[in-house]
């Protein structure tokens, strides 16, 4: 059978970029290695699906090639996504800095974009793995497990590599490589960082302890939440900084953010007769108060006046510039996106084409682009899989 555009990967940006060819009267053919559609939306948001975020800029997304996203991002913002989640009266509202979540669940989301599909007629092979893609003629042959194929156009979006127990592989960027692309080495990102266990044994039974701090590192910071774990670092604040972490690199971390906390420490000797610890547990977690105070050897009971304001300024100063080195993160198992991908140079800005193999098109996380934490991720798979639909 013989289609416009066969698209191989009914995830985000897959289902979107299908609806939108298949609307505009293409003969679209989706294609699913995996039994259920959309499983990382489902498992989004924890089950709420941040589906967008109404703040997004080219400036939330990291890429060899910073700004390539702008212009697909500008073609379908998250006005249009949300005017569309409107249309099927999903419920939502807006948690934190712009995240827009379903008031129900994620499941309305895969709903309404497998309506969408319907709309453009769009026909399913599904579960139905790729075995290959050739070029033949002016199109493409695909090897599928139901048989051979052709198709005019052929669009990439089988995701990023993070969570291979719900489907994702690497086959899209061992097709960009076959292809003759570059691909920008893969990382888990959006990812807890880890530390070597023995420095990290004092923090370890901070385990659950929350706080929010300033994370720096690599030229970028981020005030956001942070979680101790056991083996390391957690948390909004270390989830957004990982995507700018490389081997090797120091975190910065201010725990007391906009306090001068050895300043702070010195007025409440000069005010108060309470304990070292009581005077710092006005500014941290409790337990993480004790925990530092016994790592700098301080009596935790002594009165603060009787600190010398020498002190007082060391302790401050070394919670306001905490720097420590992670060994490295938690891995593709606990990532939340792919940094790295296809090289955005191998790409047309508006079409997402590559240039050495015309009809060849990448859409989603597959692509070099990757998207800050909160609802960014999704606006770029379906801004990349809304310009790819109306330009196959
Ligand atoms: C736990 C978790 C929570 C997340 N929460 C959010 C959130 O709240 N907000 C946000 O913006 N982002 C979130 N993300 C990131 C977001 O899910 C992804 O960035 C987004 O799904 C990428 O869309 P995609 O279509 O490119 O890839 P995917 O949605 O991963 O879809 C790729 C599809 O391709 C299929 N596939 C792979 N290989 C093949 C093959 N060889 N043949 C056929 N099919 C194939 C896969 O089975 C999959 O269905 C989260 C990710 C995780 C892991």
């Known amino acids: 059978m013989h289609h416009d555009v066969a698209i191989i990967g009914a995830g985000a940006a897959g289902m979107m970029c299908a609806a939108v060819a298949g609307q505009r009267g293409l003969r679209v053919v989706l294609i699913e290695h995996a039994a259920r559609v959309g499983e990382k939306i489902r498992i989004s948001g924890g089950g709420r699906c941040n589906f967008t975020n109404a703040r997004a800029g080219p400036q939330h997304f990291v890429s060899r090639q910073p700004g390539f996203a702008r212009d697909v991002l500008s073609r379908y913002t998250p006005r249009d996504f949300t005017a569309l989640v409107r249309r099927y009266r999903i419920a939502h509202h807006e948690k934190h800095k712009g995240q827009l979540f379903c008031d129900g669940s994620s499941q309305q989301i895969i709903d309404m974009l497998r309506a969408e599909c319907e709309l453009g007629r769009v026909q399913w092979l599904q579960p139905c793995g790729v075995r290959g893609v050739a070029r033949e003629g002016s199109g493409f042959r695909l090897e599928t497990d139901q048989g051979p194929l052709q198709a005019r156009r052929v669009v990439v979006a089988t995701g990023g590599l993070p969570v291979p127990k719900i489907g994702a592989t690497d086959y899209g960027l061992r097709l960009a490589r076959q292809m003759g692309l570059q691909v920008v080495s893969p990382q888990p990102a959006l990812v807890p960082l880890a530390f070597a266990a023995e420095p990290w044994r004092p923090f370890a039974e901070l385990a659950g302890v929350a706080l929010e701090v300033r994370v720096a590192c690599g030229g970028q910071h981020f005030d956001e939440d942070l979680l101790f774990t056991h083996r390391g670092l957690s948390g909004p604040a270390i989830l957004q900084i990982s995507s700018f972490w490389n081997p090797g690199d120091s975190l ?132 990349s899989g809304y310009a790819v639909g109306m330009s196959v």
């Open 252 to 383: 910065r971390l201010d725990l007391s953010p906009g306090n001068d906390l050895g300043e702070a420490l010195r007025l409440a000797k000069l005010q108060s007769r309470q304990s070292l610890l009581n005077a710092l547990g006005q500014f941290l977690p409790r337990r993480l108060a004790q925990t530092w105070v016994e790592m700098q050897r301080l009596p935790s009971d002594r009165r603060i006046a009787e600190l010398a304001d020498a002190k007082l300024k060391a302790l401050g100063a070394s919670l306001c510039a905490w720097t420590l080195q992670p060994t490295g993160t938690e891995g593709w198992r606990k990532a939340e996106v792919m940094r790295g991908g296809v090289d955005t140079a191998e790409l047309h800005p508006a079409t997402l084409e590559a240039h050495k193999v015309p009809g060849l098109h990448f859409i989603g996380e597959v692509v070099d682009v990757t998207g800050w934490l909160g609802g960014y991720n999704f606006q770029w798979a379906w801004a």
